[in-house]
């Protein structure tokens, strides 16, 4: 790839990554667009929830984080709440180790523009032979990011002149995670992982209910996968 024209370099970089992004980008257009008329909606304008997408890019954190807005402020609560729906980013993390090692100076956009979708991506769909895979990584992290940036700001934008009921908007989001998994699960060698993530999920939720179930899932998966690393691998 040409190190002598960046504009050449950068084109072909986002090119390349595009089509394996296209699933992502659908969803993402329809998230953030709802993301940021719900944002809209609750008082906070463009500007609010542009700059939301911009510095925090939590998707579904961002959802919660509407209500920690319009509620009397609890800084532990948020805290606990953003530990808990954001847990399994660690584990993605963990995963991507290996992959992200030696990546230089674009290590720390990779680390900061990594979301579910993202990491689907990424641990799943080998780079072109021709296309060195720092900057095939790049470009997936990079596109993702503006999806749901420019979707949140045209939602934002447009939130006034939506004129239905927006409840259940925020569902898409669960949507999208469905549609994910179901990609997923149409690969044999990553039928185990799926098939172990919902049995720990069902078992958390039994044991610790609904709104603990998030950590307690993710430690059990995180035990058993690396458990039966060798067999999943073999």
Not at 32 to 52: H, I, N, R
Request: with cysteine; charged share 15%.
């Amino acid at each position: 790839m040409s190190k002598t024209n960046p504009a050449v370099r950068w084109g072909r970089l986002l090119r390349t990554a595009f089509p394996a992004t296209v699933p992502v980008m659908t969803g993402f257009l329809v998230l953030g667009f709802a993301y940021g008329v719900l944002m809209d909606t609750k008082g906070y304008g463009p500007l609010w929830s542009t700059l939301m997408s911009l510095l925090a890019f939590g998707g579904s954190m961002q959802y919660v984080a509407i209500t920690l807005l319009t509620t009397v402020f609890d800084p532990i609560q948020a805290f606990l709440l953003s530990v808990m729906v954001n847990a399994r980013h660690l584990f993605y993390g963990l995963a991507l180790l290996e992959k992200y090692k030696g990546l230089g100076k674009v290590r720390g956009f990779l680390i900061f523009a990594l979301c579910d979708e993202t990491f689907s991506l990424v641990s799943t769909v080998e780079p072109p032979a021709d296309v060195d895979r720092k900057d095939f990584y790049l470009g997936v992290s990079i596109l993702n990011y503006g999806y749901w940036v420019l979707a949140t700001a045209v939602g934002g934008l447009m939130g006034d002149l939506i004129p239905f009921d927006t409840t259940g908007l925020d569902f898409a989001l669960t949507a999208l995670f469905v549609v994910l998994f179901m990609e997923q699960w149409k690969k044999r060698e990553n039928r185990f992982a799926g098939a172990t993530g919902i049995v720990c999920a069902v078992v958390a939720l039994v044991i610790f209910g609904a709104e603990q179930m998030v950590i307690p899932a993710m430690i059990l998966m995180a035990v058993i996968l690396l458990g039966g690393r060798k067999r999943v691998c073999s």
